[in-house]
């Protein structure tokens, strides 16, 4: 088994209009949950879609669970799962169908069973017959996390997963998060803006700023670096200072 | 069967599934599936008796007309069938969720394709049996000729709709007006309801070109004289090999550009 769960060499990904990712180095730990953090276009979400095989960089190697991303990525797509609340389920469809229909695309052999274990787990049970576009942004949420954690995913990578939520859901979804991650091992990567959910859930924060890796460290080390109180200071020393995105860290 | 060959049929159902739970949640949806063809039957049904007593052209075969509208039909439902499961997933902004699965694109596209066919039978039949009873006339009484139509013009749709999904991909959701249009250019010059001799001469040049003008002067030899012509059936299935091969080049070749635009994560309404 590999022992780091990404592995990102010189990542470019070019536009014809903009440069996305400019050349990043970075490597994830299997087990740890990491956040990538960064203002807007900094280039986090570009970093995702590529590791999802979802966007094809313009060069760079990617390896994700020890296998290539760009040569390999069916070997690789059955041991990862992705959630964002910008990526809807179908609407028409009811959430167990949905459900169902994700269970087959991977080809799990116990789907009902697991269904309902994860229904069970996630408090959405009451509304598994219900359409998934009438569902509440919170339940919205727990669906979607529900589908991402269908094949127990080793490598489970999140797009803003409380955006939009109400603090006391938010609160639901982080401690759910924290305690999957510590009953399965797996490896989280969230690209986030929230920085209290970061503090709070990951052990490893990758600052990006205009396409580039500007620092990285425990929440507390990059706060002790800046000489900060949190990391919402950090990051806006960090937004706002424009020599940072030239002396990117090593 | 090899497992992953049993994965891939298992990926291909899941995606079936997706469109038939989408077919039964909407009554209205599959209701205009047996709408338009019932009625054109109607109106063609109608249309035709009146012309069996006041044309040679109809009496020498009443079905002429009727049978038509039914092949035209295969071929634009099958064209629609597959547009419109694609475009559902548009619609859906489901792109993002279904391509970080193990799914593969021509898993998706035999999924499209299985439920194109299935919504050309769920329009098709009614209409075909109900004209049984209403015009004495049953377009099944042409045999073991009208599967090879069917297939002809169901491939056609096919090469058709993949190349317009295509375009979509690559120009975005402002292209779908395309799955409703684009099919409407082949009608004239595939001659469904006259004859190709109709045509000006460089214009049945054309025509020769696409497999449905095989079909449509086929159906009208079987009609009108019995024969088979087994020469049309052939290049129009020679001719099918080719329009699908560039429909589905189309389509993988926007779909891998999609993935290096970013696409697939953005494409919605």
């Known amino acids: 088994m590999a022992a780091l769960a990404v592995e990102v060499v010189d990542l ?18 299997r087990g740890v949950t990491a956040a990538l953090l960064g203002g807007n276009g900094a280039g986090k979400t570009t970093t995702l879609s590529i590791l999802l095989g979802l966007l094809l960089p313009t060069s760079g190697k990617v390896r994700v669970l020890g296998e290539d991303m760009l040569r390999q990525r069916y070997r690789v797509l059955p041991r990862m799962n992705f959630s964002s609340p910008f990526v809807d389920l179908p609407h028409r469809l009811t959430v167990r169908q949905n459900l169902l229909v994700y269970a087959r695309l991977y080809g799990l052999p116990h789907r009902l069973e697991r269904i309902e274990d994860l229904a069970r787990d996630l408090q959405i049970t009451a509304f598994l017959e219900r359409p998934a576009g009438k569902l509440s942004a919170g339940q919205k949420t727990r669906v979607a996390l529900a589908k991402a954690l269908l094949n127990e995913p080793e490598l489970l990578l999140l797009d803003e997963p409380t955006a939009s939520l109400d603090p006391d859901t938010g609160d639901w979804v982080r401690s759910y998060l924290e305690s999957w991650r510590a009953r399965t091992r797996a490896t989280i990567l969230m690209a986030s803006h929230n920085m209290s959910e970061v503090e709070r859930l990951c052990s490893d924060v990758l600052m990006m700023k205009a396409g580039r890796i500007v620092d990285r460290g425990s929440p507390q080390a990059l706060i002790d670096r800046y000489g900060r109180t949190n990391l919402e200071e950090v990051f806006l ?12 860290a090593k | 069967m090899s497992r992953e060959i049993r994965s891939s049929a298992g990926r291909v159902w899941a995606m079936l599934l997706r469109y038939l739970y989408l077919l039964r949640s909407s009554w209205p949806r599959t209701l205009e ?16 008796q009146f012309l069996y007593v006041n044309s040679s052209y109809v009496f020498r075969a009443f079905g002429v007309l009727l049978a038509a509208v039914m092949l035209w039909d295969v071929l634009f439902r099958g064209q629609l069938g597959l547009s419109m499961s694609f475009l559902e997933e548009m619609w859906a902004r ?9 799914l593969r694109p021509y898993e998706w596209v035999a999924s499209l394709l299985s439920m194109s066919m299935i919504r050309v039978l769920l329009g098709m039949m009614p209409a075909a049996l109900l004209a049984i009873p209403l015009y004495h006339y049953s377009i099944f009484s042409m045999g073991l000729p ?8 169901l491939i056609l749709g096919w090469a058709l709709g993949l190349a317009i999904c295509g375009l979509i991909l690559r120009q975005g959701m402002g292209a779908e007006g395309l799955a409703w249009t684009v099919v409407f250019t082949l009608s004239p010059i595939s001659c469904v309801y ?26 009208r030899a079987v009609l009108f004289t019995g024969i088979f012509r087994t020469d049309y059936l052939f290049t129009a299935l020679a001719l099918d090999v080719v329009y699908i091969g560039l429909g589905a080049a189309v389509f993988f070749i926007a779909f891998n550009n ?12």
């Open chain 2, 194 to 219: 006259y004859p190709v001799s109709t045509l000006p001469g460089w214009l049945q040049h054309v025509a020769w070109t696409l497999p449905s003008t095989y079909v449509f002067e086929g159906m």
């Open chain 2, 146 to 153: 009208l599967v090879a139509f069917f297939a002809v013009l």
């Open chain 1, 12 to 29: 470019v990904k070019h536009y014809p209009t903009a440069v996305a990712v400019d050349g990043i180095t970075f490597s994830i730990a």
């Open chain 2, 94 to 102: 489901n792109l993002g969720h279904l391509f970080v699965t193990p």
């Open chain 2, 258 to 269: 999609a993935r290096r635009r970013g696409a697939l994560l953005q494409m919605g309404e």
């Open chain 2, 33 to 48: 599936l047996l709408y338009w063809p019932t009625l054109q039957m109607l109106i063609w049904g109608f249309m035709s």
């Open chain 1, 237 to 248: 020393h960090i937004a706002r200072e424009p020599r940072i995105e030239l002396e990117p």
